[in-house]
């Protein structure tokens, strides 16, 4: 994958852009260092753009990077093909990756390995076919031992059923379609632990809400409330409908003989493994959007509050001055709304400068501040002083901020 193409497109910005902040990234430079001082290399991407290409790098180039560890170890296991090598290069998230690798990667002593470890793999494989003709639990005595610790039939039984189990949880197409309509018809619920209880979480001891309608602050309430050990919460997915689409992926026709042990299979694959994973997974995701969310929304609000009038009822010019890229010059209008910006270079911005700017195309600004003594005297903010100009009648003054 070109890490940088990608980016480019995502953030809709210019490729030379790209390559220099990651350029600019990898030499150790912070974000608000490249968003201040290096906008010339970047083409002006503001901080708000860096810090998303910031987050994209950083996750493509693990993505990257586990490609390669999973490729590495299917390949190690000699059951590496050239379809499942274009499905985990083609993959776009660490979700999809993770889900191609699991049938793969070396598990813990799980119910269906100790269950492969007793030699009831083949009867799995007979369960699967479902062209048994004779009864199962007939098939199964064949898989008797004491040696083996199989007792007797029904223990064979179970074994076979765990593999089975086991093996429709690593089916990466299935894991993926029980997300999404999770997602799509799932809800979150809460119960209180203790409905007598005071607590500020009242209003979510008896709540249910769609996971597709799910407000951020709910979110991480409902997380606060749960690690508090005041709530429990659980996501309720749709699982008569799962377990038909299970059904019907696995049934291939009608054997009576294997028929209820495949049900019973496919209900433990779908309860005991994958919906606690696709649960997790799923509230992971929703707590860091709700996080982000609240970021931006804390965002916002500390931008209004810091473009609040600075001298209220008044039109006020500020002047940012800078030697080496030249002063910037802003009108903020009497509602804190900035109504002009302008760029001019570092040696036209004198008083008549400032002047002329005003007369063209502000004349209804009656102060400017002049900060041009700080080139030469500015000795700290303790012996601060400016010369405060009012323009109709010419009269000045003299601040004192000691």
């Known amino acids: 994958m070109d890490i940088n193409q990608k980016l480019t497109e995502e953030l809709e910005v210019k490729r030379w852009q790209v390559d220099a902040a990651v350029k600019l990234i990898d030499e150790g430079n912070t974000i608000p260092f490249i968003s201040r001082y290096r906008k010339e290399a970047t083409g002006s991407l503001n901080d708000e753009q860096l810090r998303k290409l ?3 790098l950083v ?5 990257e990077e586990k490609k390669e560890q999973v490729l590495s170890s299917i390949e190690e296991q000699g059951k590496l093909t050239e379809e499942l090598k274009s499905q985990i ?6 979700v999809v990756v993770e889900d191609l690798y699991r049938p793969y990667r070396p598990k813990r002593r799980t119910r269906a390995t100790i269950a492969k470890e007793k030699g009831l793999e083949p009867l799995a ?3 699967i076919l479902q062209k048994l003709k004779m009864p199962l639990l007939e098939e199964a005595e064949k898989y008797v031992s004491e040696e083996k610790g199989v007792v007797c039939a029904e223990d064979a039984i179970a074994g076979a059923k765990d593999i089975i189990a086991e093996s429709i949880s690593d089916e990466a197409d299935y894991r993926s379609w029980i997300r999404k309509i999770t ?3 799932g809800k979150l619920i809460s119960t209180a632990k203790d409905p007598e209880a005071e607590s500020v979480y009242e209003m979510y001891y008896e709540f249910e809400e769609p996971l597709s309608k799910l407000a951020g602050h709910r979110i991480l309430a409902l997380n606060r409330g749960e690690k508090e050990k005041i709530l429990t919460v659980k996501i309720e997915a749709p699982e008569e409908e799962i377990l038909g689409y299970l059904e019907k992926q696995i049934f291939h026709g009608k054997n009576l003989d294997t028929e209820q042990a495949l049900k019973e299979a496919v209900e433990d694959s779908y309860k005991r493994l994958i919906g606690p994973a696709i649960e997790r997974e799923i509230r992971s995701d929703l707590t860091e959007k709700a996080e982000n ?3 931006e929304v804390f965002g916002k609000n500390l931008h209004q509050l810091l473009m609040q009038p600075p001298i209220t009822g008044q039109v006020v010019l500020g002047w940012d001055p800078a030697f080496r890229t030249g002063c910037k010059l802003a009108v903020v209008d ?3 709304k900035d109504c002009h910006l302008s760029d001019c270079p570092d040696d036209s911005c004198k008083d008549q400068s400032i002047e002329r700017f005003i007369e063209k195309d502000h004349s209804e600004i009656s102060y400017y501040v002049d900060f041009a003594w700080k080139r030469n005297s500015i000795q700290g903010v303790r012996a601060v002083y400016c010369g405060a100009v ?3 009648s010419g009269e000045s003054a003299v601040c004192d901020r000691q």
């Open 89 to 94: 290069l083609e993959a776009g998230t660490l």
């Open 125 to 127: 494989a007979v369960i």
């Open 183 to 185: 997602m799509k018809k």
């Open 54 to 56: 910031h987050e994209r």
């Open 334 to 336: 009497p509602t804190g």
């Open 59 to 63: 996750y493509l180039r693990n993505l």
């Open 390 to 392: 009012k323009r109709d």
């Open 293 to 295: 969310g609240a970021i």
